[in-house]
């Protein structure tokens, strides 16, 4: 039985990190769940327990401006993927706190608003 005091919801919405430790990188992933305290997600890269992560989450968009959400945190966990979610490549599951985030408008089309 699940005993976590923080709820948390299932949501698969596409993610892609921009800083893991000391390196600026562009890579994809899948949230696979969200809490107000912190992420647990699926991308190529396998970052080291404590190291600083940033990270963008893209949200569903009906209006003309696409609306991000740049999160800044610690990874707290990295295990490997399952080999059903990794067929293609080496992904991990990481799990990282929700330290601080801010939302970032941008057009439809746009580009990442993080350099």
Do not use: W
Not at 1 to 12: A, T
Not at 27 to 56: C, L, Q, W
Not at 69 to 85: H, I, L, Q
């Amino acid at each position: 039985m699940d005993r976590r005091k923080i709820q948390r919801f299932r949501l698969r919405l596409p993610l892609s990190v921009t800083r893991a430790g000391r390196e600026r990188v562009a890579i994809a992933g899948s949230i696979k769940n969200i809490s107000s305290h912190g992420v647990f997600f699926t991308a190529g890269i396998e970052p080291d327990r404590g190291d600083p992560i940033e990270y963008m989450i893209m949200l569903p968009c009906d209006g003309p401006q696409a609306v991000t959400v740049r999160c800044v945190g610690r990874v707290t966990r990295v295990e490997p993927a399952p080999r059903a979610a990794s067929m293609e490549r080496r992904d991990h599951q990481i799990a990282a706190t929700l330290e601080r985030y801010e939302f970032a408008r941008q057009p439809a089309g746009g580009t990442n608003p993080i350099g």
